[in-house]
T-cell receptor
Framework: DTGVSQNPRHKITKRGQNVTFRCDPI?????LYWYRQTLGQGPEFLTY????????KSRLLSDRFSAERPKGSFSTLEIQRTEQGDSAMYLC????????????FGSGTRLTVV | AQTVTQSQPEMSVQEAETVTLSCTYD???????LFWYKQPPSRQMILVIR??????QNATENRFSVNFQKAAKSFSLKISDSQLGDTAMYFC???????????FGQGTRLTINP
């Protein structure tokens, strides 16, 4: 297993366009998390899945954001009608059960909205 | 709600010196875990050390150790014999069994100078 994989690494898009990011977690991990990180700040929680069920969404996740994890494997995060304020690093992480031994993070997708 | 506070935005020390990064947290839960994560420039976040709140003994991992003061809700990280490769952002994080997600502090940018 090569860890948590995120694609693309970088995405530049024009304001108003839709973007989709993909995360492939560690195969044995049943939980998958999405975080957003702006420059010089700590990651902020967006949402998490246990298997295919989305169990919690942050208030940061406006109705322009949607996440899925079909079949409990990979996950996608879609942002519709992007705004300049959406520019950030989007991090994916996975864990076994509740994450008491920590999460494994991917390298992130850096989104720039111009 | 859980909160994590790191009051040192930046720190800088000479190679081989010892450095301590501060972290305080707040939680209403009795059962929780605390973590320090390292995020090197343009690289993914990796787990440095974890502490189970119900264990009084401070966790150690080679050159990394913590000073866990449960009553004071303090969780500092000590790096001994610092190396150039320790240069990174360091994030303190908490995970409550009820909260089900990692909550991060704002981070401390640590620079190790040759």
């Amino acid at each position: 297993d090569t860890g948590v994989s995120q694609n693309p690494r970088h995405k530049i898009t024009k304001r108003g366009q839709n973007v989709t990011f993909r995360c492939d977690p560690i195969s044995e991990h049943n939980r998958l998390y999405w975080y957003r990180q702006t420059l010089g700040q700590g990651p902020e929680f967006l949402t998490y899945f246990q298997n295919e069920a989305q169990l919690e969404k942050s208030r940061l996740l406006s109705d322009r954001f949607s996440a899925e994890r079909p079949k409990g494997s990979f996950s996608t995060l879609e942002i519709q009608r992007t705004e300049q304020g959406d520019s950030a690093m989007y991090l994916c992480a996975s864990s076994l059960d509740g994450g008491a031994y920590g999460y494994t993070f991917g390298s992130g997708t850096r989104l720039t909205v111009v | 709600a859980q909160t994590v506070t790191q009051s040192q935005p930046e720190m800088s020390v000479q190679e081989a010196e010892t450095v301590t990064l501060s972290c305080t947290y707040d939680t209403s839960e009795n059962n929780y875990y605390l973590f320090w994560y390292k995020q090197p420039p343009s690289r993914q976040m990796i787990l440095v050390i974890r502490q189970e709140a119900y264990k009084q003994q401070n966790a150690t991992e080679n050159r990394f150790s913590v000073n866990f003061q449960k009553a004071a809700k303090s969780f500092s990280l000590k790096i001994s014999d610092s190396q150039l490769g320790d240069t990174a952002m360091y994030f303190c994080a908490s995970l409550g069994r009820g909260a089900q997600k990692l909550v991060f502090g704002q981070g401390t940018r640590l620079t190790i100078n040759p």
